[in-house]
């Protein structure tokens, strides 16, 4: 099944992403042989109702595993929260997606 966790390019202070990126893409690609990454543009609506944009980088790879690469990205999309000012973080497994908070 199709796995992805989007991240952001620059973190919220406008400050490069691109380490953070390098090792989400390693891990992923440790946790299932590999990945494919493209940008992508996201857009969110905060609480007030304004509309941010931003230039992303979608990490997508495969799992025969759905539970455990759950388990996998949950963990992967906390370690990038835990080093970035993001808010959240979108992941996906076999077309079921959470936000990470």
Do not use: H
């Amino acid at each position: 099944m199709e796995t992805k966790i989007i991240i952001p390019n620059l973190d919220n202070d406008g400050s490069s992403n691109a380490d953070v990126l390098d090792r989400a893409i390693g891990n992923v690609c440790t946790l299932f042989g590999g990945a494919t990454v493209y940008a992508a543009k996201g857009y969110w609506l905060n609480d007030e109702g304004r509309l941010y944009e931003d230039e992303v980088s979608v990490i997508v790879s495969a799992s025969t595993d759905g539970d455990a690469a759950v388990d996998a990205l949950r963990s992967l999309a906390r370690d990038v929260l835990a080093v970035t000012d993001q808010e959240a973080v979108f992941i996906s497994v076999g077309g079921k997606a959470e936000i990470i908070e």
